[in-house]
């Protein structure tokens, strides 16, 4: 059974950081493609990060510079490191992971096949 669950989520003022882990069980993220999306309320879900079995990432113009995707093959967990962190970062942010390649379609939430239950970002002004 496959299971994704993140952590580390909660809330912080405007500038401050969070880190945000992924782990995975009955799935080996190295040969994957993970990436993390968030969903605010009343918003679609959208693409924040992703990192594929080469470790190349690539990122949402939103939060490039201040996010970095990471990857502990050895603990099977990936990592979301979010800096300087703005009230418009608020959301539930999800992992989600496929044995498909990333590609230029990674923000696609339709494209991955597993997903976790979420972990609440709020950042407050």
């Known amino acids: 059974q496959v299971q994704l669950v993140e952590s580390g989520g909660g809330s912080v003022q405007a500038g401050g950081s969070l880190r945000l882990s992924c782990a995975a069980s009955g799935y080996t993220i190295r040969n994957s493609c993970v990436g993390w999306f968030r969903q605010a309320p009343g918003k679609q879900r959208e693409g924040v990060a992703v990192i594929d079995s080469d470790g190349k990432t690539s990122y949402a113009d939103s939060v490039k510079g201040r996010f970095t995707i990471s990857r502990d093959n050895a603990k099977n967990t990936v990592y979301l490191q979010m800096n300087s962190l703005k009230p418009e970062d608020t959301a539930m942010y999800y992992c989600?992971?496929?044995?498909?390649?990333?590609?230029?379609?990674?923000?696609?939430?339709?494209?991955?096949?597993?997903w976790g239950q979420g972990t609440q970002v709020t950042v407050s002004s």
């Open positions: 989600a992971a496929t044995t498909l390649w990333c590609g230029s379609s990674w923000y696609r939430p339709r494209q991955y096949d597993y």
